[in-house]
Nanobody, 114 residues
Framework: VQLQAFGGGVVQAGGSLRLSCAVS????????MAWYRQAPGKQRDLVAR???????EYADSLKGRFTISRDRAKYTLYLQMNSLKPEDTGVYYC?????????WGQGTQVTVSS
């Protein structure tokens, strides 16, 4: 298994969740890692991206609420989500771009109730 995401769940609006993605050591460095999400009936969209050097990029609508990070010692990618809204509901996927290949995790469901 290359990527395994977990940490999703049901949370009330205004709450927080932290998603984790365990990444295989062989593809953890010298890459770009990201979180995407897919709401019901919609396309999969970029949430946030982080490079090996630590540069980050966020979807405009999520800036200030979500934080992406990576832990080299634990080979794990994180997404801290605060002030969650019902429109944040969806399946969240972790993604790694390594050399010319792209890897996806299995997705973890996040449901935000109003």
């Amino acid at each position: 298994v290359q990527l395994q995401a977990f940490g999703g769940g049901v949370v009330q609006a205004g709450g927080s969740l932290r998603l984790s993605c365990a990444v295989s050591r062989t593809i953890f460095n010298n890459n770009i890692m990201a979180w995407y999400r897919q709401a019901p009936g919609k396309q999969r969209d970029l949430v946030a991206r982080i490079t090996s050097g630590g540069s980050t990029e966020y979807a405009d609508s999520l800036k200030g609420r979500f934080t992406i990070s990576r832990d080299r010692a634990k080979y794990t990618l994180y997404l801290q989500m605060n002030s969650l809204k019902p429109e944040d509901t969806g399946v969240y996927y972790c993604n790694v771009q390594y050399t010319i290949r792209e890897y996806w995790g299995q997705g973890t469901q996040v449901t935000v109730s109003s």
